[in-house]
């Protein structure tokens, strides 16, 4: 089986944390029998910005549409550019163009990485974020401006169609795992409309999916539970707002926040989803070889297990996990304590991938 990726490194440290999972993933292709055809991509970047006036040529979209997937480093170079002129330009306008609407991160404990809860228990879940509506949207507006009646409204907006498909991913993922445990973030105590309108249709999804356990929760409540009991949750899925707030939270309880990775997914397929790490171009570190590859490797694990490759994703982590256990100072970054590079820690995890 062959699958078409379009590389888009972006800025900064993207460029070096993208080669080296680029090969934990050509390692990954070889074990399990599979390959990756790759394509380079130089935008969404603000050295094309300089050549070329934007942060992606006019036809961005008819270029990256064929492809099966996008490994995304980071963007952004707030010394050249405003950071909302690179984001708005390049990635924001992938996840708005190719509508995908539903944002996955998840978190686990991470031998040999320090957790700064004191008896964590085995931390294993996904947040399910709704990526399209919501919270964030640009109605509503401001009246009397300037005077002692100024006032400003913001509307929240959630649909039957953008709320129902949120919750059928979050179920069908609930549903494929064993705990088979969902929880739903909702304020409905507090938020009069839409969020009981968020909790009437997890009831009706419910209907649909007799194995899978639901849980709700107001977010408050939530949040308190997340640090005090983490874990007791597996799948937890909240709207835009709500599982923005959810997805810092859980890899900070594990202290593995510069470790995590995020889908930014179309389940229905018609568009390629985006796999990036959570953490951002690091300009600090940019072009010293320190930065710390293992949130896009783990980038590259769920891009794998989004085209089908679980027992090749399942194996990345193992691989992280076994290296980041065994805590060799000469394999680790600095990040982690180490003496070691983003290459040598690469390499430590696709040597591990390999003699497994
Ligand atoms: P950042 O995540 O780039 O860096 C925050 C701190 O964490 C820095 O001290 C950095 O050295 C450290 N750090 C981050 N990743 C690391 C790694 N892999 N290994 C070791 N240390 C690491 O966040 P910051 O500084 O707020 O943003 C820098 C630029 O990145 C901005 O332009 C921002 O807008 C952009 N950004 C882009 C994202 C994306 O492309 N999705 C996400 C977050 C930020
Ligand atoms: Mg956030």
Not at 19 to 26: D, N, S
Not at 170 to 177: D, M, P, Y
Not at 298 to 311: C, D, I, K, T, V
């Amino acid at each position: 089986k062959q699958y078409r990726v379009a590389v888009i490194p972006g800025d900064g440290i993207g460029r070096e944390v993208v080669p080296a999972a680029l090969r934990v993933l050509a390692a990954a292709a070889k074990r399990f029998s599979f390959a990756l055809a790759t394509s380079d991509f130089d935008f969404a970047s603000c050295d094309y910005y300089d050549k070329h006036g934007s942060m992606m040529p006019a036809d961005w979209e008819k270029q990256l549409r064929p492809f099966d997937a996008i490994f995304f480093g980071a963007v952004g170079d707030p010394r050249r550019m405003p950071d909302h002129v690179s984001l708005w330009g390049s990635l924001l306008q992938m996840r708005r163009t190719f509508d995908l609407y539903c944002n996955l991160r998840g978190t686990r404990l991470i031998p040999g990485v320090p957790c700064p809860l004191r008896d964590p228990g085995k931390i294993d879940m996904v947040i399910v974020r709704e990526n399209t509506e919501g919270e964030y949207t640009e109605m509503g507006g401001k009246l009397f401006h300037d005077t002692d009646r100024e006032m400003v409204v913001q509307e929240t907006v959630m649909t039957r169609q953008g709320v129902d498909r949120i919750l059928e991913y979050a179920f069908t993922l609930a549903a494929s795992r064993p705990a088979k445990h969902l929880t739903s973030a909702t304020k409905s105590n507090g938020i009069a409309l839409t969020m009981p309108y968020w909790d009437s249709r997890v009831a009706a999804m419910s209907a649909r999916f007799p194995d899978v356990r639901v849980d709700s929760m107001h977010i408050d409540a939530l949040c308190a539970a997340f640090v005090s009991r983490p874990a007791s949750f597996d799948v937890v899925v909240g709207s835009n707002l709500f599982g923005d707030i959810l997805s810092d939270l859980a890899p900070a309880l594990t202290g593995s926040l510069g470790l995590a990775a995020s889908g930014n997914i179309d389940p229905t397929r018609r568009s390629p989803s985006v796999f990036e790490a959570v953490h951002g171009s690091a300009l600090d570190i940019a072009g010293k070889n320190v930065a710390n590859p293992v949130g896009q490797i783990e980038a590259g694990a769920l891009m794998l297990r989004h085209l089908g490759e679980e027992a090749a994703a399942d194996a990345i982590s193992k691989a992280v996990d076994a290296v980041l256990g065994r805590g060799d100072a000469a394999e680790l970054t600095r990040d982690l304590g180490g003496k070691g590079s983003t290459t040598s820690l690469a390499e430590a995890v696709e040597k591990e991938l390999l003699s497994a």
